[in-house]
């Protein structure tokens, strides 16, 4: 197991896997084998991480490693995976460059698996979502796209590009900062002459300074879309209250039952780490219960066995029934989503509180926005 | 027309942040030759400790302002304990190195102090509550009102130190200790008390500058490196040791990011003040104002 254990989203995995392991253990392990975890700070560099992944599968004679939530850091990570012939899933890294390196060179790379979403799938939730819920509750009909210029934000961008006029939502501007970006004054004020109805965000690495800014600024316009450090439970403290009205789609949220195995697993994880999960926790412990499943059902823990293994699996989890999706896909070893598999949830926080506000079968809340959000009249 | 007064605005606020935190560098440069490397790292805690008196303590934000300007003060002597006093009285290191020695002494301080606040409160950014809340519409721009109290309280400061150096008896002593400082201990000034009066005042300044920072962008442990960066740079554009050249160097910076991210693009907002900066090098070494 490799983590970024000292950034929020990061530092939920580590302990998601130990629960699991836990769990699977006191239930007498896999066939009658206990499942050890072994894990690895990488500090958010891939220099660190592919000197963790060599150690771990030269030294600590790991038979799987899951691995970072980064793209930059998965990416740099796969052609291990395929020299070492050692099976890696990420549990939330988005970039689709990940499964179409295995789509290109399925015999070398197959040892990869996607356990996230691809920016794309995102992309494609997050429209699906914004058509029913700005689109169709609010009457919204223009968008601008703020997303941070990273590895993963660029499959996204195109996706979105494509799908939001699907979906209903105009673009009228598509708007790429650094990263390292402090000071969003002169980005809100752009978006703002160009008056949007809605922002999509595609923002990961950034999170805090732009929601605390929006509020601060009293930006007039909602935002909608990705915003992975809102997932944590930790957002609303780091931003003192800021973000409230932000709206993210996600797979999974506390309180939100999606399957039955959800709440347990996030009751189990409170009682022992103190906070809730980020998304990657709530994927990492689908991810070692259904590679624990993989070994039992392959009676071995072999690559290649593992991997054909793995490619069978269907498994519901925390965060909906899990299956991979088969060679011949040009996303190999991604999620398959859509009914009957993962659907996306739209979240908002809410009096500091993450609120599920669509889809109707799991809502437990209902839109709505700071006074300083202007909505459009129709 | 409102984009000309929302770039002298906003870039009013950041310069003066700016400049308030150039001008405790360049004050402790000016009297004890120390170019302190740990200076981002000062800032960051303040505006750290500050949001986790507020957050994690359930402080009003006053009280979690003042906490954090408090911690930075606390670091700064430690710093001067810690990184500056032990090399600056090491007779194993030679006189000429000492300069090298602190700068890396401070720089590795510096980290430890980054990786510190990452270990314990995550490399997530953290903001400081406003301590006054709602915006102002001024000639068209709508701007948050801490962003006036923010340069409000920066030139105030500022002010103060000003009066204290040039109108105190304590701080003609300073200045003169900036000058020569053998001729002050002759006339019978104990240079170490002096010292530890500089490194508080300067930590009461980079803690003012890092609280308020924290309320008007937001810092995280990454913020750390560049925070050092653009405070040397503009002690270095204005001149080592000369405090108006740091205000005006301040300002030139300041305004040069705002035009930047307003017309070019805020992903390019860094570069064009290191382009100056480079620029002087080569045709005024001595920065804007400097006197050597």
Known sequence: ?378 | MTRFWQIVIDGFAISALYALGATGFTLIFGVSGVLNLSHGAIMVAAAVAAWAAASLGQHGPYLAAVAGVAVAIALSLLTYGVAVRPVQRNPRIEVAEREIFILTATLLWGIIIQETIAYLFTNNAKTVPPLVDGVITMLGVRTPANEYFTAATCWIVIGLLWLLVNRTRGGKVVLAASMNPRGVTLLGFELSTMYLAVWSVYGLLAGIAGVLLGMFLGVSSYSVGPLTASAFSIVVLGGLGSVTGSLVAAFVVGYLETVTAYMISPAYRTIPPLLLLVAVMYLRPQGLFGRR
């Open chain 1, 1 to 378: 197991m490799i983590a970024e254990t000292q950034a929020v989203a990061g530092s939920s995995i580590p302990p998601a896997a130990q629960l699991a392991a836990e769990e699977i253990n006191a239930k007498g392990g896999v066939d009658g084998r206990k499942i050890e975890i072994v894990a690895y700070d990488d500090h958010s560099s891939a220099p660190e991480a592919v000197r963790a992944f060599q150690r771990a599968v030269s030294e600590d004679k790991v038979n799987a490693v899951i691995a970072s939530y980064l793209s930059e850091v998965v990416l740099a990570l796969q052609p291990w995976a395929a020299r070492l012939k050692t099976v890696m899933v990420t549990p939330g890294a988005t970039s689709d460059v990940i499964t179409q390196t295995i789509a290109k060179d399925y015999e070398t790379n197959k040892y990869t698996f996607h356990g996230y979403l691809t920016s794309s799938a995102m992309a494609q939730l997050i429209c699906e979502a914004a058509g029913q819920v700005v689109v169709g509750s609010y009457k919204m009909t223009t968008a601008v796209m703020l997303s941070e210029d990273a590895a993963w934000t660029k499959p996204l961008d195109e996706a979105f590009l494509k799908c939001l006029p699907a979906a209903g939502l105009k673009v009228l501007d598509h708007i790429r900062f650094s990263p390292d970006t402090t000071d969003f004054t002169p980005v809100f004020n752009k978006i703002e002459s160009q008056n949007p109805h809605v922002i999509i965000t595609g923002i990961s690495h950034v999170g805090v300074q732009p929601t605390v800014q929006w509020t601060h600024q009293q930006v007039p316009i909602p935002m909608f879309g990705r915003s992975s450090q809102a997932t944590n439970s930790s957002f609303w403290q780091e931003t003192n209250g800021a973000a409230e009205g932000v709206l993210y789609v996600d797979l999974s949220g506390p309180g939100v039952a999606v399957t039955p195995k959800t709440l347990p697993f996030v009751a189990a994880f409170q009682k022992k780490n103190g906070n809730v999960p980020a998304y990657v926790g709530f994927t990492t412990y689908d991810e070692v219960y259904y590679l624990a499943d993989a070994i039992h059902r392959a009676g071995s823990t072999d690559s290649d066995k593992l991997v054909t293994a793995l490619e069978a699996t269907d498994y519901v989890g925390t965060i909906g029934r899990i299956q991979f999706l088969p060679q011949g896909d040009p996303h190999v070893h991604g999620l398959k989503t859509g009914n009957g598999t993962i659907t996306g949830l739209v979240m908002q926080w809410q009096g500091g509180k993450q609120v599920c506000v669509w889809p109707k079968q799991y809502a437990n809340g209902k839109v709505s926005f700071p006074p300083f959000v202007k909505l459009p009249s129709h």
